[in-house]
């Protein structure tokens, strides 16, 4: 049974830190890994991962993918509180849709 | 283009009543998915379609029905409502050429009572 868990479930930081979630995931068939940002309704797609050891970046937010260890981070440097949202990843495995993980809820105060 | 649209936004419904929810997509996208989202649980699988004529089931199937009888629509059927289904329903679609980049329509919160 294909597994994705991301921690932390929660995290709360000033405006200006620095933060990473994890991401690990058990799938058959792995393809690639895709990073979504949701805020009041639908994700929106940030990344897809489909090498090991390849950074992607977007400005202040950047990730990483390790298809050895099973695990994708998803660094965000000097946050804003614009970057509050549930961040959610998810495994692609052949032609099949997307396994979600259940996110990891950050908030950032000012 | 709409993108992804969804209706109704919102929903109540008694234990026990049927209804469809309504995913449209005006891209040609071959991939459609129906995925619900509790409180702490993600987004979970329902249904998915990987072109017209062609459905299977994902995670969490019981209850709920679809079919695709066209490209651009997906409906997902409840059967027989019960509580456990208070959820946002959203449909996703995606294109053959790119399956992994899924749109996201904007959601349907439904209530069961």
């Known amino acids: 049974e294909d597994k994705v868990v991301q921690s932390p479930l929660s995290l709360v930081v000033h405006e200006g830190d620095t933060v990473t979630l994890n991401c690990s995931y058990e799938?058959?068939?792995?393809?690639?890994l895709l990073w979504y940002k949701q805020e009041k309704k639908a994700p929106t797609f940030l990344f897809m991962l489909t090498s090991s050891g390849i950074e992607k970046k977007s400005g202040r937010l950047s990730s990483i993918l390790d298809k050895k260890e099973l695990f994708s981070i998803l660094n965000i440097t000097a946050t804003q509180t614009g970057d509050s949202a549930v961040y959610l990843c998810a495994p692609k495995s052949g032609n099949t849709p997307l396994v979600f993980g259940k996110g990891t809820r950050l908030s950032v105060i000012a | 283009n709409a993108g992804v649209t969804q209706t109704p936004k919102f929903q109540v419904l008694k234990t026990g009543q049927s209804m469809t929810l309504q995913c449209a997509q005006d891209m040609n996208h071959e991939y459609m998915s129906w995925y619900r989202q509790d409180p702490g649980m993600g987004l979970r699988l329902i249904h998915y379609?990987?072109?017209?004529?062609?459905?299977d089931q994902g995670e969490v199937p019981n209850g709920y029905n679809v079919s695709r009888s066209t490209t651009e629509d997906f409906p997902l059927r409840l059967l027989s409502a019960a509580p456990s289904q208070t959820s946002v329903y959203f449909c996703?679609?995606?294109?053959?050429?790119?399956?992994?980049?899924?749109?996201f329509g904007p959601g349907t919160r439904l209530t069961v009572t």
């Open positions: 996703a679609s995606s294109s053959g050429v790119r399956p992994y980049e899924q749109y």
């Open positions: 379609s990987v072109g017209a004529g062609i459905t």
């Open positions: 799938v058959t068939n792995f393809r690639s």
